[in-house]
């Protein structure tokens, strides 16, 4: 295991041209995945039994220009592709994209916005300040258990005005494109290296600016969910040889089909969500976008008696495997709140004096505004350099969350039987998150005792403490 964790980091040597900043990430990544507590670059140090100094080396290295948070996600998805559990449908892998918020009260920190809570839980305010974050995953898996693992999280919203000021993100797509149109040019990025691929969406993304986008990608097919109001048109009849020809037939709405059609509804009996349920739908393929007419396979089912307007961008795909498939797009909210409470990848405190206060009770426009007002090059770069810091560090755990599926799936057994953690309940013969966590947290001392000549043994030695030498601050 320690060694497959040793060859897996190794793999981002490339991305650091000295030794010194490659050990700070290996340390970082390490760290993320072992500390017991989530007090920040405090909490590796401590777990790690790192010496005083190593805070401000770490605390450097996020800020650092060093190294560039694009070659991390090309060399995390290369590692995640040779991966032998990747789930595929149709000979396509399987993407899921969806956004997620991160709560930030600083007012100091570069990014933050008031955001409309949608979450139906009555505990969370309506509105919130924080981070927006794009979030697209891969399936992942075997019989047993189906992760979605993270390739990327990414901030989509509030950074505009502050990437005009740089070049630093190399990017592809314009920071002025919505949240929705920059999930598909994440995953048009993803295809490059994983091929045609399917993109599981939530329905807020069925938008005409996303069908434009998907144009750019004819390897990349979507799968998602039409509002209950949705409008479509049929296909236009037979030209008659008058006129110009008809873009588009009669207008409907689709969820009328749920009346009109009901006699001819199918019913199967499927697997979804871990147990079989019985599900009616009915299949037709209809124009949808005023001015854009995209032909559309719209899936209409019936669970539960609760009705549902699947979507597919792939005229292809069955009707059952449209269902089969959206019905995984849960699995990125498991990553995300794994990403949240395992590995903490949203609890960064990065912010800059360079920054003009955030006034909570004026609109965003108006703080944009004032963060435009910021013409001095030198609080640019500092303002700049805490949004690098700010996506290195979510994105390095993004790559920690990843490994401890891929070890759960690759370990399982012998984690399992390794008896470092008692489960009153045993669920699952894959592990979760969370136990591998702790697993490696409680056997890390393996590392240095059996596998002296790892590189990541060495990296974490060097900067130990030793048993004759106190720490620098003690000593002072």
């Known amino acids: 295991m320690w060694t497959w964790i040793d060859k897996t980091i190794n793999e981002f040597r490339s991305c650091f041209s ?7 990430f290996a340390l970082v990544l390490i760290g993320l995945m072992v500390r017991n507590d989530h007090l920040g670059i405090s909490s590796i140090v401590r777990e790690l039994s790192l010496t005083a100094n190593n805070y401000e080396s770490l605390n450097h290295f996020f800020r650092s220009t060093a190294w560039f948070i694009g070659d991390f996600r090309d060399i995390w998805l290369k590692i995640v592709k040779i991966n032998p559990f990747l789930i595929k449908e149709d000979g396509r892998y399987i993407l899921i994209g969806d956004g997620v918020q991160a709560s930030k009260e600083g007012r100091k920190m570069p990014g933050v916005k008031k955001l409309h809570q949608q979450s139906d839980n009555s505990s969370k305010g309506e509105y919130i300040h924080g981070h927006l974050y794009g979030g697209l995953g891969i399936l992942m898996g075997n019989a047993e258990k189906i992760y979605s693992v993270l390739l990327s999280a990414r901030l989509h919203d509030g950074i505009a005005a502050i990437m005009k000021w740089t070049e630093w993100t190399g990017e592809e797509y314009n920071n002025e494109d919505s949240h929705v149109v ?8 993803a295809i490059k290296t994983f091929g045609d691929s399917l993109l599981l969406l939530d329905r807020l993304f069925l938008t005409r600016p996303m069908l434009m986008a998907l144009v750019e990608y004819p390897g990349l097919s979507v799968v998602t969910k039409a509002k209950s109001n949705a409008t479509a048109y049929f296909y236009p009849g037979k030209y008659k040889g008058i006129g110009a020809r008809a873009k588009k037939g009669a207008e409907v709405k689709v969820a009328s089909f749920f009346t009109t059609h009901a006699p001819f509804f199918s019913s199967a009996t499927m697997n979804l969500y871990g147990k079989d349920e019985t599900v009616k739908y009915f299949c037709i393929d209809l124009l949808w976008g005023k001015k854009l007419y995209q032909p559309l396979r719209f899936v209409l089912t019936v669970m539960d008696g609760e009705q549902s307007i699947l979507v597919s961008t792939d005229l292809t795909l069955a009707p059952k495997q449209i269902i089969r498939l959206y019905c995984r797009r849960f699995k990125i909210e498991c990553s995300f709140r794994e990403l949240k409470q395992v590995v903490a990848g949203f609890s960064y405190h990065f912010w800059s004096k360079a920054m003009s206060k955030l006034q909570k009770f004026k609109s965003n426009k108006v703080n944009e505004a004032n963060l435009e007002k910021i013409t001095d090059p030198h609080e640019r770069e500092l303002i700049v ?11 390095i755990s993004t790559i920690a969350l990843g490994m401890l599926q891929m070890i759960s799936l690759h370990f399982g057994n012998e984690i399992n039987n390794s008896g470092k953690r008692y489960l009153r309940t045993v669920s699952n013969t894959i592990p979760s998150e969370r136990t591998v966590a702790d697993f490696l947290r409680t056997s890390i001392y393996m590392l240095f005792r059996f596998f002296p000549d790892l590189v990541i043994t060495s990296i974490i030695k060097e900067r130990q403490l030793t048993p004759n030498e106190p720490d620098s601050e003690e000593a002072a």
């Open 18 to 24: 000295r030794r010194a900043t490659f050990c700070c």
């Open 182 to 189: 920059k999930m598909i040019h994440d995953a048009g990025r």
């Open 385 to 395: 350099s805490t949004v690098k810091a700010i996506e290195g560090y979510v994105q």
